[in-house]
């Protein structure tokens, strides 16, 4: 049996990778592509790379054909998400939400970040977190509603939250760590969306690594809700000169018991929880991620190092931002939803060059 999809914001870094990934899909038909400045614009025309894979044209976001999908990704920033949701909701269509609009449980958190009032807050009670890995349970809830015939509402994790706390949740649900949780990570241009502007242009980037919103960040909220730090996050996030790729490197001071801990006994507890999870992979003490080797892929790789001197625990992980960062993610929620195997459509191997 296919599934009916549509992708709304479908012309975006993000909303592209979702059509390549939808294309490739064993299950999904991609019936719907939505961008309000490319509308009447062929897809293969926007992005040659789709020449000969897809004769679809791209349409409006309030395009009626989409409440007659079976699924309906959003690619659309944050406000705008909430501008559609309840709608297709009622429509009975079932929708996997890659914007910020549905991710932090507290509209009081959310309208602080993001500067914008949540105009359907009673849907944060209902809403799905999407990070299977770490909360499981919240994809089973959705699981069900889809089940019994009713939509479900899907927000996925953001890049940088995902790659931190994949990276990091084991080690602070474990109660191996106190105090802050520190945050470096840095991200290819890719994750700054499709609109160029002078941090993003080509001069400004290449030969490049610089700083950004630090302390302010909109990830930070979602980062402390993931691994239950209210306040206790400090992230920094970087630019790099590569299109795609995060890598989060977290700094964790550890307690005295866990300081005792060897690197080895807490990758072994690492892979433990990981365990059954297809696209969380633990790589052995001594060897640490790169975000080549997961470039195109929906695996987040997760390195532990420790430093004896200070009793620091580093966790590092590494992701592709658009991928598992954003369109993978999205579709490995939505299998699991659906009922599908986990990694239906989607690449564990990277390109090793």
Not at 123 to 138: K, M, Q, V
Not at 307 to 332: S, Y
């Amino acid at each position: 049996m296919s599934y009916k999809v549509g992708i709304i914001g479908a012309a975006g870094f993000a909303g592209a990778e979702l059509v390549r990934l939808v294309l490739q899909h064993p299950e999904f038909e991609l019936a719907v592509i939505t961008s309000n400045a490319d509308a009447g614009t062929s897809l293969a025309d926007v992005y040659p790379a789709f020449a000969g894979a897809s004769d679809l044209v791209f349409t409006t976001h309030d395009d009626p054909a989409v409440k007659s999908c079976d699924l309906a990704f959003l690619a659309v920033p944050h406000t705008a998400a909430m501008a559609q949701v309840p709608a297709l909701l009622d429509a009975g269509v079932t929708v996997v939400d890659l914007s910020a609009d549905y991710r932090l449980a507290d509209k009081d958190v959310y309208e602080q970040w993001y500067g914008a009032k949540h105009t359907s807050p009673e849907l944060l009670a209902t809403r799905s977190f999407g990070l299977p890995e770490l909360f499981g349970e919240d994809i089973d809830r959705a699981y069900e509603l889809h089940a019994a015939g009713k939509p479900a509402l899907v927000a996925c994790a953001g890049c940088y939250p995902t790659a931190t706390s994949i990276a990091s949740a084991p080690a602070i649900r474990a109660g191996w760590t106190q105090g802050l949780v520190i945050v470096d990570a840095k991200s290819g241009v890719t994750g700054a969306g499709k609109g160029c502007n002078a941090k993003t242009h080509f001069c400004n980037a290449d030969e490049d690594v610089q700083a950004y919103n630090v302390g302010k960040h909109r990830h930070t909220p979602e980062i402390e809700q993931i691994l239950g730090k209210p306040g206790e996050v400090v992230f920094t996030p970087h630019l790099v000169p590569q299109r795609r790729g995060i890598l989060s490197t977290v700094y964790l001071q550890l307690t005295p018991e866990a300081a005792a801990m060897s690197v080895e006994e807490m990758v072994d507890y690492y892979a433990g929880f990981y365990a059954g999870r297809p696209f969380a992979q633990v790589l052995p003490a001594g060897k640490l991620p790169r975000t080549s080797s997961v470039t195109g892929t929906n695996v987040c790789q997760v390195g532990l190092a420790k430093n004896e001197r200070t009793n620091t625990l580093v966790a590092i992980g590494a992701i592709d931002n658009l991928c598992k960062g954003a369109a993978g993610q999205a579709v490995q929620c939505a299998n699991l939803v659906f009922g599908l195997a986990e990694d239906a459509g989607l690449a564990r191997v990277g390109m090793p060059v």
